[in-house]
């Protein structure tokens, strides 16, 4: 988040997108305040998983279980953007998609997108060989 608001405050006149997961979001969801407060239009899209899938799915397949790395779609991050002044909205569907960031980038504030996704989805990995 932070890196989106220098983005924005450096380059004011370029449409600043930041994408991130629920679990990043998370840890910065509070710096929404300091782009309403200082009226700096950035485009949040958090793909939300459900999980810290960069946890999970390495328990999962080395161990056969997870702990502790379950989220939930039950949290509204879109609807904490709304109550710190941002603009927000909850896409299920992935039809719905185009539609969402079209009213993101038209509105003109800080807007965050939350597009729930499949928890089972892992992400690619690469191993260092150690």
């Not at 990043?24 to 929404?32: C, D, K, R, V, Y």
């Amino acid at each position: 988040m932070g890196s989106a608001i220098a983005a924005r405050l450096a380059h004011p006149s370029s449409q600043i997108v930041l994408l991130l997961g629920d679990g990043a979001i998370g840890f910065s969801l509070i710096e929404i305040d300091s782009l309403v407060r200082h009226k700096l239009p950035v485009v949040m899209i958090v793909g939300n998983n459900s999980a810290w899938g960069l946890e999970k799915h390495p328990m999962q397949s080395l161990f056969g279980y997870d702990v502790a790395a379950d989220l939930g779609h039950q949290t509204r991050y879109d609807q904490v953007a709304i109550a710190l002044g941002a603009g927000g909205e909850f896409v299920t569907d992935p039809s719905k998609i185009g539609a969402a960031l079209d009213r993101a980038f038209a509105s003109g504030i800080p807007y965050l997108v939350n597009i729930a996704t499949d928890p089972a989805i892992a992400y690619p990995r690469t191993t260092t060989g150690i």
